[in-house]
């Protein structure tokens, strides 16, 4: 559905904004990203790919003031410190910008840090463990068959899941996703075949948050015997420095589970999720209501879990950082499993698909009126065979202009009296007409030759 919406929309020439957390479709729809943070707002040209760039090259640059500060601020304290003549009005003044650069170099390392942690995050790449020996069994399925009234979700499916796998659960809605979450979970039993389980606890984050208690405040849903610590991956830490990981602030703690958005509720679920100890996760569209700093966050605590880890998305970009290994819901009960990223999965599919309408429609329906065309028009227009008389002499005028702009680019004396700007605008203006007019001759031609063969 994705996919199909990414083709409608690059077809279409309005102008659209659009708020997503789907980095793939920033990446393919925008020609512009505005980010809004820390009470500001930034644009970046391009999609997602080129904002992260530009992220990284404005903390660099930030980086850069910082230190440039320090340098400065260095020697103004060294002023400060022999002291100053308290009566002389620029002298109070400069003690003023002293203590007004302190509050900036105090204030930049923390923002400058928290780009750079977020940009570390983004840019992680998926590295799996690709070791398989010794690892525990935690699920064997063999020949599974699953139906609910008439419909036919899971049959004759056979897997077993390791300790540290990393499944992606992924296909059109309805086709029996969750369903497989639950039988592994035994909530749902099996139609036939056999379901061995292995002796593990297990984590489960899902659409409706279960496990939240909406009378109960947040510093109550993870210190339910009172105290402020909490076990997160065998570490002892204080709720507050780890619900701060989760973009709580400390004075939102006291806030009942009930009044919170979704989005705060779901970071809130998979913060308690990973205060447990479970060897393996099972989670249900866990990116849903996240925002995009989230979602890195999570992407961070899964890859530290030691334990496997199957869940159910529709985000392209999670599943590809995310998965090792997919089981793909095809439809009529069949599911497939695959080691390929997400994305690589579709591309072949759709080029599948396109072969597969080649091989059953040779001609297509843009062959069809081509050669409907071709048929009808037996000789040239008078408009077409003025054109074919006058267009080469066009291409190379224009290709002269070209060679000239080009020569006068290459000397420093010509382009300074004219302008880089004005010279590169009128080059690309140049090869842009040069270009049209060559594609219009060459057409001319071509019918031309269709109309010799017949």
């Known amino acids: 559905m994705v996919a199909f919406l990414e083709e409608m929309l690059l077809k279409e020439k309005f102008t659209l904004v659009f708020i997503s957390h789907d980095r793939y479709f920033i990446n393919t729809i925008a ?4 980010e809004i943070d820390d009470f500001k707002i930034r644009s970046f040209q391009g999609g997602y790919e080129n904002y992260l760039t530009a992220k990284e090259q404005l903390m660099l640059g930030m980086q850069k003031q910082h230190d440039n500060l320090l340098k400065f601020l260095k020697g103004e304290e060294e002023w400060l410190r022999r002291g100053v003549k308290a009566r002389l009005k620029r002298n109070e ?3 003023q910008r002293v203590f007004e650069l302190r509050e900036s170099a105090k204030k930049n390392p923390s923002l400058i840090h928290k780009m750079k942690l977020e ?29 609910l009234g008439n419909k036919n979700l899971i049959k004759s499916f056979s897997a077993r899941i390791l300790q540290k796998d990393r499944i992606a659960i992924v296909g059109k809605n309805g086709a029996g996703k969750s369903t497989l979450l639950k039988m592994l979970m035994q909530q749902l039993p099996i139609d036939s075949g056999v379901l061995k389980v292995g002796d593990f606890k297990i984590g489960y984050f899902d659409q409706q948050r279960e496990m939240l208690d909406e009378n109960k405040n947040i510093l109550e849903t993870f210190c339910p015997q009172g105290g402020d610590r909490v076990d997160v991956c065998g570490k002892n830490m204080h709720v507050f420095g780890y619900l701060k990981n989760f973009l709580f602030p400390k004075d939102g703690l006291y806030k009942k589970i009930g009044i919170l958005s979704g989005g705060e509720k779901n970071r809130v679920a998979l913060a308690l999720l990973f205060t447990k100890k479970i060897e393996c ?13 989230t979602i ?30 997919l089981y793909v819901f095809k439809g009529n009960g069949i599911i497939e499993e695959s080691y390929q990223t997400y994305s690589e999965y579709l591309d072949i599919e759709k080029e599948i698909k396109e072969l597969e309408n080649i091989t059953q ?15 009808k028009s037996v000789k040239l227009s008078y408009k077409e065979q003025k054109a074919y008389e006058s267009l080469p002499q066009q291409i190379e005028s224009i290709e002269d202009e070209i060679a000239q702009i080009k020569q006068c680019l290459g000397n420093p004396e010509c382009y300074q009296k004219i302008g880089l700007l004005e010279l590169s605008q009128k080059l690309t203006q140049k090869e842009k007409e040069v270009d049209m007019l060559i594609d219009e001759l060459l057409e001319i031609e071509e019918k031309i030759e269709n109309i010799n063969k017949n």
Do not use: W
């Not at 790449?125 to 525990?136: A, C, I, P, Y």
């Not at 996760?281 to 996240?290: F, G, Q, S």
């Not at 961070?300 to 995310?322: C, L, T, W």
């Open 93 to 95: 003044g400069r003690k």
């Open 296 to 325: 890195n966050i999570l992407e961070e605590y899964i890859k530290s879990f030691e334990g496997a880890v199957i869940f159910v998305s529709h985000d392209r970009y999670f599943v590809d950082k995310m998965a090792n290994k």
């Open 119 to 147: 940009l570390e995050r983004e840019k992680h790449n998926f590295n799996g463990d690709k070791s398989l020996n010794k690892q525990k069994m935690l699920f064997e399925l063999e020949h599974i068959c699953k139906t």
């Open 361 to 375: 429609n040779p001609d297509s329906d843009d062959d069809k009126k081509q050669k409907n065309k071709e048929q």
């Open 31 to 34: 020609t512009r990203t505005i």
């Open 281 to 293: 996760l099972i989670m249900d569209e866990p990116t849903n209501d996240l925002d995009i700093p």
